[in-house]
């Protein structure tokens, strides 16, 4: 048997909260993935859900370790406590239409929910030759910084403000809708 990684321990916690969500019939997991990058010996997971009622948005969250981090930690040499830890995304997918307020809005719904010091992207795509004005947007919450072991009780509430998030679009359903 091996000492699991703070990857392994912060995968398992959240893989927990969302399929007790599901089971509670709340949220629907959509995909998930466990890769493992032999080349680059990295890691990452990914689990998507959306809200039992929801079409018109749906979050995916990535915890993302590699090399770096695994080697900080399974070596503990103090000169790389820094890297010990892994990397956390929050994803956001939407349909809507092209407009500069609904843009905006998305921008002050996510840091009313997750703050101000995130960083939050968005990125627009869409088909140049049809006439609807649909985008779809692809909207990243990115920490900015390693999450550890230390941390992992904030899972909880990362669960918590990403059900919030998926609530606060449903309300904008109105305009999310196409």
Known sequence: MFDPTAFENMR???EGL?????????????DRND???????ARKYTITFRLKNQQNAKVMFELFADLHNLSAELLATKNKKSLI???IYIH?????????????????????IWGKDMKII????FYPLDSDDIVHN????????LITEEQI??????????????????????????
């Open 138 to 145: 692809h909207i990243t919450i990115d920490f900015k910084r």
């Open 18 to 30: 969302i399929y007790d969500r599901d089971l509670d019939g709340d949220i629907i997991v959509l």
């Open 92 to 112: 956001l997918f939407l349909k809507h239409k092209k407009d500069t307020e609904i843009y905006t809005l998305l921008q002050h719904t996510l840091e009313d």
């Open 122 to 125: 968005q990125e627009v795509s």
């Open 153 to 178: 009780d904030d899972m909880i509430t990362m669960m918590e403000f990403m059900e919030k998030t998926l609530h606060s679009l449903q309300s904008h359903d109105s305009l999310l809708t196409v």
């Open 85 to 87: 830890g892994a990397s």
């Open 12 to 14: 398992t916690v959240m």
């Open 35 to 41: 890769l493992f990058n032999s080349s680059k010996l």
